[in-house]
């Protein structure tokens, strides 16, 4: 089994480049932004409390996120290998995820870091608000607390994986198809 995290801040690329990894790889998308999504459009309990914390920039509580991963990996019990996309985004949620992944004995085979300029980061996540009808990136405070949140909470995620030497960071700036060129390449190293 192939498990991979794609790892950076808001608007690094993540669930940009996903999209073309489960194309190449064949792996079971999970990301736990559009599971939230999904769930607030179907405004569901679950949905409508974690539209409270993605509106102010905040992380949603993590046994919710963590409930989710849990309920998506027992769902999909023969996929090849996931690929986790904006999970984990805390310690708690590391600790959890490893906890699922010894059950199958599948554990992590790496995390790939995208590495942004903050200030490309919030030029394109105001950019895609224009668009996305998404709340949390119409508004310039909320995008620089989604920020914060990610240094506060988020970054020492790969601190975690980084003492299992599973962590390679890939420069996330350029084209989409260059980008994901330098992720490929990071990758079949590691297969
Ligand atoms: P996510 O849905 O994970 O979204 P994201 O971090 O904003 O975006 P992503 O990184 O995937 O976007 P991308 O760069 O592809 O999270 C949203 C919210 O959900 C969080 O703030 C939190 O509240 C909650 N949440 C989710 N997971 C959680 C968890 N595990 N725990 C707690 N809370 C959780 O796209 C950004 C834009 O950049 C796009 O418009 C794209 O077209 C553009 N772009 C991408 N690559 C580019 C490039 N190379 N050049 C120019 N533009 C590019």
Redesign the pocket.
């Known amino acids: 089994m192939f498990n991979l995290i794609l790892f950076?801040?808001?608007?690094?690329?993540?669930?940009?480049?996903?999209e073309k990894f489960i194309a190449r790889y064949g792996l079971k998308h999970l990301?736990?932004?559009?599971l939230?999504?999904f769930e607030i459009s179907r405004q569901t309990p679950l949905g409508r409390e974690?539209q409270n914390?993605?509106d102010k920039?905040?992380?949603?509580?993590?046994e919710?996120?963590i409930g989710m991963i849990s309920s998506a990996l027992d769902a999909n019990p023969h996929s090849k290998g996931f690929l986790f996309?904006?999970?984990?985004?805390?310690s708690a949620?590391a600790e959890a995820l490893d906890q699922l992944l010894e059950i199958k004995k599948a554990p992590i085979t790496v995390m790939i870091a995208?590495e942004v300029s903050e200030e490309?980061l919030i030029k394109?996540?105001l950019?895609?608000g224009k668009t996305?009808g998404r709340s949390?990136?119409t508004n310039d405070a909320v995008i620089r607390a989604?920020i914060i949140?990610y240094h506060t909470k988020t970054a020492v995620v790969a601190d975690h994986y980084q003492k299992f030497n599973k962590v390679v960071m890939v420069k996330?700036?350029?084209?989409?198809d260059?980008?994901f060129e330098r992720l490929c390449a990071a990758i079949d190293a590691k297969m």
């Open positions: 950076g801040p808001p608007g690094s690329g993540k669930g940009t480049q996903s990301s736990t932004g559009d939230l999504r974690a914390f993605m920039g905040q992380l949603v509580p993590d919710v996120v996309d904006g999970f984990p985004r805390t949620q995208l490309e394109r996540l950019k895609r996305s949390d990136d989604r949140e996330g700036e350029g084209t989409v260059e980008i």
